[in-house]
Each structure stands twice: as structure tokens, then as C-alpha cells.
């Protein structure tokens, strides 16, 4: 089973930017299209970005021309580069592969956006 490690969350004021990590436990996780997820308080969980095996990054449109995702995959890694950060990108932040899940998911990275 695929274990995920989300970081690199924290407090940053809008405008600001931040770079999150997920690391997973297996070569596995190199097979698939990979994806960021977002929570926010009293919301579903959503698909803020994926990147497939070939490097192609697709978007939300709320998060379009802000956040950039990228993968190493020597490394097990998939980032989430955030810019000009909001207060409406408050919520924690998973990993996961994409569609779906690899059965479970991590504890996930608080990301709060605040003046």
C-alpha cells in the first residue's frame, strides 16, 4: 500500500506563496497521474491540480496561472507551487493519485492564507 506524506503548509499572507511536498512510500506512485486536493472548512474535498506520468500539469480554474504542479519521479515527489495566494485557498491539502485514490489518504498540510 501506497503510504503519502504531504508538507510544507503554514501561514502566509495574501499574496504570498508557498511550496508544498508529498512524498510517497513506492516506486508505485511513479505510474500514475497524480493529483493536489483541497479541503476547506464545511466543503468537499476538490482536485486543485494534477500532473500526469509525462510531466502535463491541468488546473483548476481557480487556481489557473497561480499554482504549478510538478513531479520527480527519481524522488517519489509530487509539488504544488503556490503563488499569489488568497484567503479562499485556506484548507488542507492532500495528495493522491488521480482519478480516485491509492486507498487511503495522509494527514494532509494545513495551508492558511490570512492578513
Known amino acids: 500500500q501506497v503510504q503519502l506524506v504531504e508538507s510544507g503548509g503554514g501561514l502566509v499572507q495574501p499574496g504570498g506563496s508557498l511550496r508544498l511536498s508529498c512524498v510517497g512510500t513506492?516506486?508505485?506512485?511513479?505510474?500514475?497521474?497524480m493529483g493536489w486536493y483541497r479541503q476547506a472548512p464545511g466543503k468537499q474535498r476538490e482536485l486543485v491540480a494534477s500532473i500526469t506520468i509525462n510531466h502535463v500539469g491541468n488546473y483548476a480554474d481557480s487556481v489557473k496561472g497561480r499554482f504549478t504542479i510538478s513531479r520527480d519521479t527519481s524522488k517519489n515527489t509530487v509539488y504544488l507551487q503556490m503563488n499569489s495566494l488568497q484567503p479562499e485557498d485556506t484548507a488542507v491539502y492532500y495528495c493522491?493519485?488521480?482519478?480516485?485514490?491509492?486507498?487511503?489518504w495522509g494527514q494532509g498540510t494545513q495551508v492558511t492564507v490570512s492578513s
Open positions: 493522491n493519485k488521480y482519478p480516485g485514490s491509492f486507498g487511503s
Open positions: 513506492s516506486s508505485i506512485f511513479s505510474r500514475y497521474t
